[in-house]
């Protein structure tokens, strides 16, 4: 950043297209750890609207109540707790679950990568960024549309862990059905340590697959750290409206008792699984997840917990779920706030649309989300890239496409810069009435970062986007995702502990038959 660089008569050695080139394949895996918010949360809910939605979420688990499903130990805990059981069903008294959460829960908490130096930390004024999960199908340009293999999901944690702006590598970022569903769960938590070094997302399907990602992550850790600290996040859905399975129930017994992180999240599509009203929704949301985290304190209190929200709307001609419309966005700020109030960290949000392919609904249902998310104040932002199809689908190029948002977004986030160069009074009195800043010291000394360049839109002359091929926002993110994984070097990882994860994945996988469920 030398302060003569504009004025060298070198400037355009190599030409325009080596130095686009040298930027796009640059391998770099640096990243900060979480983005740390410098601007003033969004809300649309006053004091005396937030206080009506929570004594209405208590009437609901007082009156209507929470049904606990075919988990003993549950039922146990809540009716020593002083709820009232009645079979299956649970009523609170007003304020308990409140009261549990707010008692131990913490307001934010460490979770550490195997790499120290990717370690981040959950809530306060923090955001973390994960990729999208859970989609059984993948997409790209030259393949199109197709069931996703674990070479797929290998593929994602490591453009994943080549992302600077992704500080976590997530969880199912794809399901790889070309494995077994009982088995699966190894391969993708093993890819997620071998093939990255960012903190990463455990298994929810079944208790056991649940224990197994906790053996694997003290292989890696070590027993007594894990007992003491948190190294997996998990995402524990309700299955709306009030009611928790026993698949997630146990899963989530399995991380809280380990001093593992769960994200309870309400999965809701309004109008199907929860009033067509925001404020509705809102109150129903905040029952559910307030009876899920209050359940992790009963399980081990101080256990971190984060209240989550996913909430589309749907369309009442076709019932299918709907993204990027002006409701779930609603329901995406009350939610935030409410989740203030509790003193517990929030997850929301994402790169989300109904589109099947990356064109211009796709950009719009996205950003409409991503904007409201990183506005609302999300702390843990799940389905960050790569959404397609209402997450059906994990695409290639809209994996980049959303990379590139979020990289806008952490500029957002961190506010405005009132250092001495940032207001840049020098320029001012350099510069003066009537000419111009380009050649200004203080241009030419911030010129490299002043701006956002992004990798994926194209700001030149119809001319030169012609001379470069015509490509539209898609093909260049086809070509930049190849240039990636060509790049890609894996992070190192200790022999012997890469030795006794295969050798407890094969001791596990041999102990039972494959099945497909």
Not at 82 to 111: S, W
Not at 432 to 455: D, I, K, V, W
Request: charged share 20%; aromatic share 8%; net charge negative.
């Amino acid at each position: 950043m030398g302060t003569g660089m504009g004025r060298s008569t070198n400037r355009r050695a190599g030409g325009r297209a080596s130095r686009i080139a040298a930027r796009r394949s640059a391998v770099s895996v640096e990243t900060e750890t979480y983005i740390s918010r410098r601007i003033p949360y969004s809300g649309v809910l006053n004091e005396e609207a937030l206080e009506l939605i929570e004594h209405n979420a208590d009437t609901v688990l007082e009156e209507i109540g929470i049904e606990f499903r075919d988990s003993p130990d549950a039922l146990a805990l809540w009716r020593e707790a002083g709820a009232d059981v009645d079979g299956e069903r649970v009523r609170f008294p007003r304020g308990l679950c409140r009261n549990l959460i707010q008692a131990t829960a913490p307001a934010e908490f460490t979770q550490h990568a195997r790499n120290p130096a990717r370690t981040t930390i959950i809530g306060g004024d923090r955001t973390v960024l994960a990729p999208a999960y859970g989609s059984p199908f993948v997409r790209d340009l030259d393949q199109g549309r197709r069931y996703a293999t674990i070479e797929d999901f290998k593929n994602f944690v490591k453009l994943t862990y080549m992302s600077p702006s992704l500080h976590h590598s997530g969880g199912t970022v794809c399901e790889p059905v070309d494995l077994p569903v009982n088995k699966r769960h190894f391969d993708m938590i093993y890819s997620h340590i071998k093939y990255s070094d960012k903190p990463f997302m455990g298994s929810v399907t079944h208790p056991e697959r649940a224990q197994d990602t906790v053996e694997m992550a003290r292989i890696v850790f070590g027993e007594d750290f894990i007992d003491q600290n948190t190294v997996v996040t998990s995402l524990i859905n309700a299955n709306s409206p009030m009611t928790f399975d026993a698949t997630m129930l146990g899963a989530a017994k399995v991380y809280a008792e380990n001093n593992q992180a769960t994200v309870i999240s309400p999965f809701i599509l309004a109008g199907a699984m929860s009033p067509v009203t925001v404020a509705g929704t809102l109150i129903q949301v905040l029952a559910e997840a307030m009876a899920g985290m209050a359940y992790t304190q009963l399980v081990r209190p101080g256990a971190p917990v984060v209240f989550g929200t996913f909430a589309s709307s749907i369309s009442m001609q076709s019932g299918a779920p709907t993204f990027g419309t002006p409701e779930p966005a609603l329901v995406l700020y009350g939610a935030a706030e409410l989740a203030r109030r509790l003193k517990v960290p929030f997850r929301s949000g994402g790169g989300l649309c109904a589109s099947k392919i990356t064109d211009a609904q796709a950009a719009y249902e996205s950003s409409n989300t991503l904007q409201a998310a990183a506005m609302a104040g999300v702390n843990f932002m799940l389905h960050t890239a790569g959404w397609l199809e209402g997450g059906l689908v994990m695409s290639y190029e809209k994996f980049m496409m959303d990379v590139d948002q979020v990289n806008m977004i952490a500029i957002l986030l961190k506010g405005i810069d009132l250092s001495e160069n940032g207001l840049a009074m020098d320029a001012l009195r350099e510069v003066g009435p009537g000419a111009h800043f380009l050649g200004a010291s203080h241009t030419q000394a911030n010129f490299e970062r002043a701006f956002y360049r992004s990798t994926i839109a194209d700001n030149n002359s119809f001319e030169q986007w012609a001379e470069d091929g015509s490509l539209d926002a898609s093909q260049r993110a086809n070509l930049l995702w190849k240039e990636k994984l060509a790049s890609y070097e894996p992070p190192p990882l200790d022999d012997a502990v890469d030795e006794a994860l295969l050798a407890f994945m094969a001791q596990r996988k041999s102990s039972f038959p494959d099945q497909n469920y």
